[in-house]
């Protein structure tokens, strides 16, 4: 027997206001919606650290006290490997498993707990070249409502593949609350930023999502990224420096606050911390203007 697994397309119930023109988009309905938790969606180029950068944002929730929820967006389903200390089955792989019948599943069949109680879902993704990612996401999402995981929880982090060429992967900015973007600071992260902000604006129109700001990654400084915030809007929430220790801590597959390195990594610690504390707080509403290509061209001095 062959599942249809291909997402139900319909039009935008507010067609005035629709994603973009000529777009077909996957539309969540109101019943999947995420509820009152406090929902960050972490976009960015693909090996930019979206998933270094989710794990310890989500542990420093956890040391607010808040009850943490990550799901990793990506077939490789790697996002939550730092905290779990392995590479847990995906949700997809396990309605595979029963014939994509989800009543016959229980919570702990696809919810892990890693470190400091932050728990851990692995979307995972159709086979290469087939379905949707945004189907993925959906189906997922349901799954917790439907076990009453989003109800207890404060905080879900998305951490979602590489740069948004389609709806499917937009899909997670429409649960979202907030939209951060990881960048380092040279041309390519800061191009691929530019398309994730035209996705959030495109979002915004139908969906509660906003840009909350940028993220400086693995770089010594931020004079490029800051050139393109000042150009489009988008402003830099955190900076983290390019240091070996983060990079040791995927090899050691552990989050940075169950390491010891230093003056330098506790200082990433309180950052991270203190990121937390302003997520929690609530950022403003950026309402950022992506370029076009040529005036980043312009913008970071290339001829």
Not at 39 to 44: K, L, P
Not at 107 to 122: F, I, K, L, R, S
Not at 251 to 276: H, I, N, Q, R, T
Request: hydrophobic letters at 40%; aromatic letters at 6%.
């Amino acid at each position: 027997m062959t599942i249809d697994t291909r997402p139900k397309l319909r039009p935008s119930p507010l067609a005035s206001r629709s994603d973009g023109e000529g777009s077909v988009q996957v539309h969540i309905e109101e019943a999947m919606e995420a509820g009152s938790a406090k929902v960050f969606a972490v976009y960015g180029k693909g090996g930019i650290g979206k998933s270094t950068t989710s794990s310890n944002l989500s542990v420093a929730f956890s040391k607010l006290g808040k009850r943490v929820l990550q799901i990793g967006c990506d077939p490789k389903h790697d996002s939550t490997f730092t905290l779990t200390k392995s590479l847990i089955p995906t949700v997809i792989d396990i309605l595979e498993g029963v014939n994509f019948h989800a009543e016959e599943l229980r919570p702990e069949d696809y919810v892990h707990t890693g470190y400091n109680g932050v728990m851990c879902v692995e979307a995972g993704g159709p086979p290469a070249g087939t379905g949707c990612g945004g189907y993925v996401v959906g189906q997922t999402v349901k799954l917790l409502k439907e076990h009453h995981l989003l109800e207890d929880t404060d905080v879900v982090v998305f951490d979602v593949l590489g740069d948004v060429v389609c709806g499917g992967f937009a899909a997670p900015l429409q649960h979202a609350e907030r939209a951060v973007i990881v960048a380092a600071n040279d041309f390519d992260s800061i191009f691929a930023m530019n398309r994730i902000v035209a996705a959030i604006g495109a979002k915004s129109r139908n969906y509660d999502v906003r840009l909350g700001g940028c993220i400086v990654n693995r770089s010594a400084g931020t004079d490029q990224v800051e050139k393109y915030n000042a150009a489009s809007g988008t402003r830099t929430l955190a900076h983290f420096p390019d240091l070996d220790v983060i990079r040791r801590s995927r090899l050691k597959k552990s989050v940075l606050f169950e390491m010891d390195g230093g003056p330098e990594l506790e200082a990433v610690k309180e950052s991270y911390l203190a990121l937390a504390e302003t997520l929690w707080a609530g950022t403003p509403e950026l309402k950022a203007t992506p370029l076009k290509d040529r005036e980043i061209f312009d913008l970071l001095g290339f001829d």
